[in-house]
């Protein structure tokens, strides 16, 4: 389907959502400067993806059901960005979207696009996990930057990804989650969401970045894969609630345009302040495991390029990467 004919569906389901009651074909048809046939075909589409409309000859149409899809109109009903999610390319399967949003960006996609799906069958977590993805239940995103920045600035992009989702759990819950180096958000000690940067560099600049982001949202104890449970939860198990996950993800994304933007005033230090007092990490004990070596000490901060600085017995260590264990 062109990006036109998603533009008028889009448009179409507006102008019956926004009326409420019945509208005739021919008003639609007018609105949008289409045919009587196009908004035929259109309601067609709409009700193959999952709406559901009553019909009346003489009246018209009327949108009497929504599925709850991560369709591209849908998001934008909750964006206020105005740069990322101003286009989406809805799967709804897909292998991973970081795969896809990485060969679009190559392609030349601009900044801010983003892929989402409903379900993933390879979903990637950092160092080469596997990140678990069952169908209508969270939320799968990847979003193309763009930043220009020196490839040794990039790793605090990642920082991001977790305070948007930070800020999109606050908003919608009121509940405060915890941030866990490097890239985890936790609700009661357990991992609500995981992000993923991949990037294209040259010589002095980064290409482009794919942030990707996997935030359980409606999935419940029982969809959880068994060697997580315990490790693992969402937000409806932390709320008792079921939320619309457009909304979700259009909050989110309002969130990180608002990030990247400190990013890219403030640049990498300023990220990195921002997350180390939302994480207040400062005087932790931690204990970091690395390519197979374990380290333990105080939590001096975070240092301007992402890394953990690491106090053991006076001497401080800079850590850029590892599993942390409270």
Known sequence: MTRSATDKIGETLKILRESGDYVSGDFVAARLRVSRTAV???????????YVFQKS????YRLTGTPDKLYAW???RHLRTDLIGRKVVHRENIDSTNTLAFKLALSGEPEGACVVTESQGSGKGRLGRKWFSPAGKNLYISVVLRPGIHPSSVYPITFLSSLAVYDTIEELSGIRPSLKWPNDVLMNGKKICGTLIELSTEADMVRFVVVGIGLNI????????EELQKKATSLSIETKKTYERALVCG???SHLERHYRYFRQHGAQGTCGVWEDRAAI????????????????????????GALLLNMDGKVKKIIAGDVNF
């Open 40 to 50: 035929w075909k259109y309601i067609n589409h709409l009700e193959r993806l999952g």
């Open 74 to 76: 849908e998001i934008d």
């Open 218 to 225: 409606n999935m419940q104890h029982r969809e959880i894969d």
């Open 282 to 305: 400062k005087g932790k004990t931690l204990e970091i495991n690395q390519m197979g070596e374990s380290y333990k000490g105080t939590v001096e901060g975070i240092d301007h390029d």
């Open 251 to 253: 909050i989110l994304l």
């Open 57 to 60: 000859k003489g009246k018209g």
